[in-house]
């Protein structure tokens, strides 16, 4: 493991993979990252296997063999294939540490973000057809996917909640895993079993706040931080709290967070800093594979870098307000956006396997 590896993942945060394909299976380069425990995990999204399949040659005679399936059932049988065998390699560090990583999401399609039923089915069969204990179902933070959180949960299936971007969100998200968890706990499932991760988005927020602020400003490049800061404070005291206590009493693990989106959008930025500045016990941080690199190569470790700037945190974000930004606006509208953005990489992979397989 590399030194600066070894110090983030010694101060508590997992370093997750925000990428998977068939060529990184078949070539090596994940099994490589897990044998030198540089990653704990993988995340998927859309776009992710948009880019993947639409631009590979490797998929194209698994997508021929199957062509008499529709589009929808090609697309699920090329995403599950990958996701179960990246479960495959990550089966030991899931064994070595107890479920909480060696973990490989699969998100729900993201046609389904607002329909909480629909979201609940497709979670249940996927988790079903994939079949690996490692296996998390991503469910998008919408109003609708809160309550199919909790029936998932409830069902005992271990979630990645994503697109997480306002702090009055995440506080409903715990609240939807908590209510799960009672759920399963009535219906004598072992909680111990089940587990979860809160992915909080972190560059888009700063894209859109600096877009509103001059060029000179000290507040650019402030507000993703400082907001997943707040996120993990509150996160702390809810971990302190009777409701939570009374769950982790009968094996409730916590449900991490995870920062998301966490590659710079600003080449002026320093490319590892929402890696770097976002280190405290208990969290996730998933990276595409040029943030990893930056972070093993220049990553400069300073210790826990958010339990001891919660006033700096909260004092950023008055100074936005003061400014008249609205963040409730902005994440109001990256969660659509991203929902939006999902939904278009998705149609372009059916696209794709629409062309390859004759259609």
């Not at 179902?137 to 029936?151: F, Q």
Request: hydrophobic letters at 40%.
């Amino acid at each position: 493991m590399s030194n600066i590896a070894q110090q983030i993942q010694g101060a508590g945060v997992s370093i997750w993979l925000d990428d998977l394909s068939r060529e990184r299976l078949i070539n090596g380069s994940l099994r490589d990252l897990i044998e030198k425990k540089v990653i704990r995990g993988v995340t998927t999204n859309p776009s992710i296997f948009n880019n993947a399949i639409s631009n590979s040659d490797l998929y194209v005679s698994n997508i021929k063999t199957i062509s008499d399936k529709s589009v929808d059932e090609i697309i699920s049988t090329l995403t599950c294939d990958d996701v179960s065998k990246a479960c495959d390699l990550f089966s030991d560090l899931y064994k070595e540490s107890k479920g909480q990583d060696g973990r490989v999401s699969i998100e729900v399609d993201p046609r389904f973000a607002r329909d909480t039923k629909a979201t609940i089915d497709q979670g249940a069969l996927l988790w079903q057809e994939i079949n690996k204990p490692n296996l998390l179902i991503k469910v998008p933070a919408t109003k609708e996917g809160l309550p199919a959180i909790s029936a998932l949960i409830g069902m005992g299936i271990s979630v990645n909640v994503t697109l997480i971007f306002s702090l009055a969100r995440y506080r409903e998200v715990l609240d939807a895993y908590a209510a799960g968890l009672e759920i399963a706990n009535d219906a004598g499932l072992d909680l111990s079993k089940i587990f979860s991760v809160a992915s909080f988005f972190i560059s888009r927020i700063d894209t859109e706040v600096d877009k509103l602020l001059p060029s000179d400003s000290p507040l650019r490049g402030t507000t993703a931080i400082a907001n997943a800061i707040l996120a993990y404070q509150y996160f702390s005291e809810f971990t302190l709290s009777p409701r939570w206590r009374s769950l982790q009493n009968n094996g409730a693990n916590l449900q991490r967070p995870l920062w998301a989106s966490t590659g710079v959008k600003d080449p002026a930025y320093d490319p590892t800093r929402y890696v770097m500045q976002l280190i405290a016990p208990n969290c996730v941080n998933t990276m595409p594979e040029t943030t990893l690199n930056q972070v093993l190569q220049n990553g400069l470790f300073v210790g826990d870098t958010i339990s001891t700037n919660y006033q700096n945190a909260k004092s950023i974000m008055a100074k936005i307000a003061l400014f008249g930004i609205d963040l409730e606006k902005i994440t109001n509208f990256l969660e659509i956006d991203g929902v939006s953005k999902f939904e278009a990489a998705w149609f372009e992979l059916i696209e794709s396997v629409r062309v390859i397989a004759g259609r």
